[in-house]
């Protein structure tokens, strides 16, 4: 006859404790203390018995985790946020989860996450902009070990992938615009242009070419915010307010401008309220402009004019190139890896909307001239 296996209810009996007792004891839980005399009855028990403490199985070593980081420099513009909705929606199709991390443009914190990139371990890491010029060496440094693509200024030379935007080609595009309509005095209002945040002024030098090549350089007011705004942590209504505040300095100093341009479209609305609150109509003698075609641009009551430049979009081909890395990292062709580099680029378009329209000079002269032709076809 076979005998019965001892089990822990056994020894429990036999030693005048509880099962959890004999099971913590025998299994060596030292977050929990007993009485020498406690653990001497249940050791004791288990020998005379026979028992034997089941062998733990060896959790098997888990598969690393398929983990994408973000880099993204400010959460409270609808454009970051567009983005990170591309990247999102193409990792999700694939399996693969986000670690989003939110520099609020500082440099200790850049360098921060940086440093937890080589225990983190991600699969790839996009940044939404470009990364600081003092961090190039280290994201450099980084892409030779995990994929890395950019969204990034064209003009600024990076040797990684990059999903590009030419932003000088943006400022061309709305100045065209309004110079088409007639404006030949405007103003345009940025964030803070300094040297770490070239993209800006990229656009905004872009904008000053086409009003250049028309002798009308002169003419173009730029109104920046001062560069303790970036040093600021962002708020939800940062880049509004400079649209607002800064409007509202441009109509005390200027009387004769016609139109005026926020680099995004955040800064564009700010614009549109300060106009509001003082009375202007909007586009009747003032016209505006923004750039990203964000969400809130599309609604009807704001019905903002903007450059579309396929942001999701960018997000997802971001996404694509990490995955095309990962692929080949994985896959064998032969002794030698290969060398890809990735360069993405999209055309932006206008989107003219309800707030542009031609420069008040224009229609008052358009006026006039279906006023004289009217009072010649009467006086024949």
Same mark, same amino acid.
């Given at each position: 006859?076979?005998?019965?296996k001892v ?7 036999a030693?005048?404790v509880s099962?959890s007792t004999?099971s913590?004891?025998l299994n ?20 005379e ?8 199985k ?22 970051y ?8 929606s193409?990792?999700?199709?694939q399996g693969y989860?986000?670690?989003v ?5 500082d ?12 225990e ?24 030779g070990?995990?994929?890395i693509?950019?969204?990034n ?12 935007? @030419? &932003?000088s080609?943006?400022g +061309?595009?709305?100045?065209?615009? #309004?110079l088409?309509?007639? !404006?030949?005095k $405007?103003?345009y209002?940025?964030p803070?242009?300094?040297t ?6 990229k ?5 000053l ?18 560069e303790e ?8 209504d ?5 649209g ?5 300095e ?9 139109a ?31 750039? @990203? &075609?964000?969400?809130f641009? +599309?609604?009807?009551?704001v019905? #903002?004019t903007t450059?579309e !430049?396929?942001v $999701?979009?960018k997000?997802?081909d ?18 030698i ?5 990735y360069?993405v680029?999209y055309?932006?378009?206008?989107i ?15 006026s006039?001239n ?11």
């Open positions: 006859m076979k005998k019965n089990t822990s209810s056994d020894i429990a009996k030693a005048g099962q004999v913590m004891v060596r839980k030292y977050n929990v203390s007993f009485s020498k005399e406690t653990i001497r009855k249940v050791e004791q028990a288990a020998k018995m026979g028992y034997e403490i089941p062998k733990r060896k959790p098997k070593e888990s598969k690393r985790d398929k983990l994408i980081v973000v880099f993204c420099s400010n959460l409270t513009n609808p454009y946020v567009m983005l990170l909705q591309g990247i999102e193409r990792a999700k199709e989860g986000l670690f991390c939110n520099t609020q443009r440099l200790r914190m850049e360098e921060r996450y940086l440093k937890m990139m080589p983190l371990r991600p699969l790839g890491i996009i940044y939404t902009c470009n990364p600081s010029h003092c961090f190039m060496d280290m994201v450099e440094e980084l892409a070990e995990i994929p693509a950019i969204i200024n064209q003009n600024e030379h990076l040797n990684v992938d990059a999903v590009e935007l @030419d &932003n080609k943006l +061309r595009l709305m100045a065209r615009h #309004l088409e309509l007639g !404006h030949r $405007v103003a209002i940025a803070p242009l300094t770490r945040q070239k993209q800006r002024s656009r905004v030098e872009g904008f070419k086409e009003f250049d090549a028309k002798g009308l350089k002169g003419n173009v007011i730029i109104k920046a915010a001062s705004t970036d040093e600021d942590v962002p708020n939800i940062s880049e509004y307010k400079i607002y505040d800064l409007t509202k441009v109509l005390k100093e200027e009387k004769d401008v016609t005026i341009v926020g680099l995004n479209d955040m800064i564009a609305f700010g614009i549109l309220d300060a106009l509001h609150e003082e009375k202007y109509k909007v586009p009747g003698d003032i016209s505006v402009m923004g750039c @990203d &075609n964000t969400l641009a +599309r609604m009807h009551k019905s #903002l450059i !430049h396929f $999701v979009f997000g997802r971001a996404c694509d190139i990490i995955m095309k890395k990962i692929m080949s990292q994985n896959s064998t062709y032969s002794d890896q290969p060398i890809s580099t360069h680029e055309e932006p378009k206008l003219a909307r309800g707030t542009t329209s031609y420069a008040k000079t224009k229609i008052s002269s358009f006039k279906i006023t004289n032709n009217s009072k010649r076809k009467n006086n024949k």
